[in-house]
């Protein structure tokens, strides 16, 4: 059975953060990149989101056959300002999200696109230039989202704080969701959502117009006992679920 959605239901996007959080061996991290892009896909994600930091560059040239093989479900998450930057745009990955500095966590924050607009618009537009796609991690304020579209960005990803990981989803936060996604579409912008809980992540698919979801924690948690390729089955067909009820 082949659960992949292409838009046309739920999209789910697996996180996979700093590979040097696996290993420092670059024989080790190449094939555990591998095998997750593999399983992962066959499982029905539609993407997988790498999360690259400057202490990954070495690891760029081992990986270009990799990107080149799993090119239309890989994306990467980069801060605007990293060195990073320059050495992966060889590859031509289709996809990158910006991403604001690591949390004490070590995963991506949120990018104050406000604050920093001209450093988001001048990396947008240099993506542009050579057909990259880009979205832009934000907090899911209407000044974000209207920065965002102002600097060239044509999807955000709203990050749901760590603090939002509730058993069961409140009323206050699907209208917060709905807030975001009506003012997404004023901007112009295809909406993401991330997030690392089962119940945000299903709550987020229920809401018809928002496109893609991201998770890593719910899924390698639950991969530890089921396996990779159950896991994945499983958080997509909750999505799907989710994306049904709110229809």
């Known amino acids: 059975m082949n659960i992949h959605s292409y838009h046309q239901m739920i999209n789910l996007g697996i996180n996979m953060h700093s590979m040097l959080n696996w290993s420092r061996r670059t024989d080790d991290c190449v094939w555990m990149f591998r095998k997750i892009c593999q399983t992962a896909t066959e499982a029905g994600a539609d993407s997988i989101n790498v999360y690259l930091q400057a202490k990954d560059a070495f690891l760029l040239d081992s990986l270009t056959q990799h990107v080149q093989e799993y090119g239309h479900f890989l994306q990467f998450s980069i801060e605007p300002q ?19 500095q690591q949390d004490e966590r070590g995963n991506p924050n949120v990018v104050d696109v406000c604050r920093h607009f001209d450093i988001v618009q001048s990396c947008i537009a240099q993506l542009k230039a050579i057909g990259i796609a880009t979205t832009v991690m934000i907090d899911g304020s209407a000044r974000q989202m209207q920065a965002s579209a102002k600097a060239g960005a044509s999807c955000v990803r709203i990050h749901l704080a760590p603090v939002e990981r509730l058993a069961d ?32 992540i299903n709550a987020a698919a229920a809401i018809p117009g928002i496109e893609a979801v991201y998770t890593g924690d719910p899924v390698f948690r639950r991969a530890v006992f089921d396996g990779l390729h159950q896991s994945v089955r499983h958080i997509k067909a909750g999505l799907i679920r989710s994306r049904l009820k709110g229809c």
């Open 82 to 100: 990293s060195i990073i930057l320059d050495k992966i745009l060889p590859l031509k990955p289709a996809h990158i999200c910006l991403v604001g």
């Open 169 to 200: 989803v409140d009323e206050g936060l699907l209208q917060q969701l709905q807030e975001m996604q009506r003012e997404s579409i004023l901007c112009g912008l295809l909406m993401h959502v991330h997030a690392e809980s089962e119940s945000l």
